[in-house]
């Protein structure tokens, strides 16, 4: 079965300390998407890669940087982690073509105190 | 840019009715469409698609959509709802052609089925 891995379900991490979210997928897939998702507003785009090396910013950003240095590996890097990036994200993946649709990791809920 | 709106940001019902979760789009070109369904605590997992063709798509667990491009809508439905029905549901769309791949969400719709 196609997988998409998010290395943890929950983490509970400090005001101002660097956070790595990892997500590996299995499928050989070209592109890669990191999600937020907040109570009543869906999910939200941060960063994609569509390959190797390559990434570009999806519509929240700011506060967060992403890797790509490996296909089936998409890292989310929280430089310094605030209060408001508490929040459920979704890593997932998929082939190039719209028509395919997403393969979603199973979350990892951030906790920041 | 393309937008989704989900109508009901929650929709209870009893086990065993009917059920319509709707979903209206915005695009100026041809889009493909995508229902995802997230359970407690998990991620999304894909309920069915329309990419061309019959505008009445079948996914899993029974749930169908149509496909109305006079309406720029794509209702879910299901016929008899089971209490595992509950979860959250998410609607999305692509542009078809072109290099862009992202999907849109919409805001999502929490069905809940009661006994």
């Known amino acids: 079965d196609v997988k998409v891995t998010q290395s943890s379900r929950y983490l509970v991490k400090r005001t101002g300390e660097k956070v790595f979210l990892e997500c590996v997928q299995d499928?050989?897939?070209?592109?890669m998407f990191w999600y937020r998702q907040d109570p009543g507003l869906g999910l939200r785009l941060i960063y994609f890669?569509?390959?190797?090396?390559?990434?570009e910013k999806g519509d929240i950003p700011e506060g967060y940087s992403v890797s790509r240095e490996k296909k089936e590996r998409f890292s989310l890097i929280l430089e310094s982690a605030s209060t408001n990036q508490t929040s459920m994200y979704l890593c997932?993946?998929?082939?190039?073509?719209?028509?395919?649709?997403?393969?979603f990791g199973s979350g990892t809920r951030l906790t920041v105190v | 840019a393309q937008s989704v709106t989900q109508l009901d940001s929650q929709v209870p019902v009893f086990e065993e009715a009917p059920v319509e979760l709707r979903c209206n789009y915005s695009?100026?070109?041809?889009?493909?469409l995508f229902w995802y369904v997230q359970y407690p605590n998990q991620g999304l997992q894909l309920l069915l698609k329309?990419?061309?063709?019959?505008?009445l798509v079948k996914g899993i667990n029974g749930f169908e959509a149509e496909f109305n491009k006079s309406q720029t809508s794509f209702h879910l439905r299901k016929p008899s709802v089971h209490i595992s029905d509950t979860a959250e549901y998410f609607c999305?769309?692509?542009?078809?052609?072109?290099?862009?791949?992202?999907?849109?969400f919409g805001k999502g719709t929490l069905l809940t089925v009661n006994p």
């Open positions: 499928m050989d897939h070209e592109n």
């Open positions: 890669s569509y390959d190797v090396k390559m990434k």
């Open positions: 329309y990419l061309s063709g019959s505008t």
């Open positions: 997932a993946s998929s082939r190039v073509g719209q028509g395919y649709g997403y393969t």
């Open positions: 999305a769309v692509a542009l078809s052609g072109g290099s862009n791949y992202k999907l849109t």
């Open positions: 695009s100026s070109v041809s889009v493909y």
